[in-house]
């Protein structure tokens, strides 16, 4: 296995992330360009239709940005502690805090003794993280100061916002395409077409192509949203490598909880995205590898095990940790 360092990680990962955003932006904006030609007979129309879809993504997208993060620690049952309450904790989200110069976000435990943590907030001046009480009795501190490593890494990335902004990208798009396919159901299409008596065989090709991207392109941006959330996962692995300087201790802590059996109970399929590792284990009814918002544990731990030149996992390890995450 060729060794790299955590900065070509870091350069990599970012720069993946951003030519999948591109994509989606552009995917909009053909998607857009083709209905708004198709059903007004003119380019011009796209503007409108584009701009529309944008406006009711971004509305729900500023609710999500402001409130988002209170709404996820309720959901979750994540209560705010201070250093009576958990000393190490708190430590240890301080050296982090201090190694990734951002200021100290809140800090929450959650009542569950399945292994898991999670940051959220919308810049590093709104930040929070919140552990569960299995991560703390279940890590030692190197493995812990890997997962609050990782997430801080979530906070100065700014992966919150990222994803707000890729997320209503998507979201517009899904707007725009079931728009569209309404309005071809109920006969739109065709009185735009009738009334359009110069341009009809360019318009009917654009329509056809229209149909064909209003049915293919959420779901194609739905993969890239995903894709997208699995880069900045292996972005915040490598920053979490740039703050502690120990791969070592993100690697165990990567195996341990993957291989734990425990169910986190608060979780689910809206908030899974946001955890350290996927809390919906492969056991479970509720889960799905189809729409997977986090890499392969097996694929993050030979990720950072390029970082130190170590052989990549064996088969039988492999196949150990890919029984349950």
Known sequence: MARSTFYDQVSANKRNSFFMAAFVVALLGLLGFAIGFAAFGEPAGGVITTATAIGFGGLAGIGTYFAGDSLV??????????????????????????????????????????PNAFATG????????????????????????????????????????????????VGAIAILADFFLRFTFWGGGRGSRNRDSGGGGAQIIVFVIAIVLAILAPLISRFIQMAVSREREYLADASSIELTRNPYGLERALAKISGDPEVLEVANRGTQHIYFTNPIKKFEERSTSLMSTHPAIIDRINRLRQLTGDPPLGSADAAALAGLE
């Open 122 to 169: 919308r810049d590093p001046k709104h930040a929070s993280i919140a552990v569960t009480t299995g991560l703390l009795q279940k890590l030692d501190r190197e493995e812990l100061q890997g997962v609050i490593g990782h997430e801080l890494a979530h906070v100065r990335n700014l992966d919150i916002r990222f994803s707000l902004v890729v997320g209503v990208m």
């Open 73 to 114: 620690l309720s959901v979750s049952g994540a209560k705010e502690v201070n250093e009576a309450d958990a000393p190490q904790l708190m430590n240890v989200v301080r050296e982090m805090a201090i190694a990734a110069n951002i200021p100290m976000p809140r800090v929450h435990l959650i009542d569950d003794t399945a």
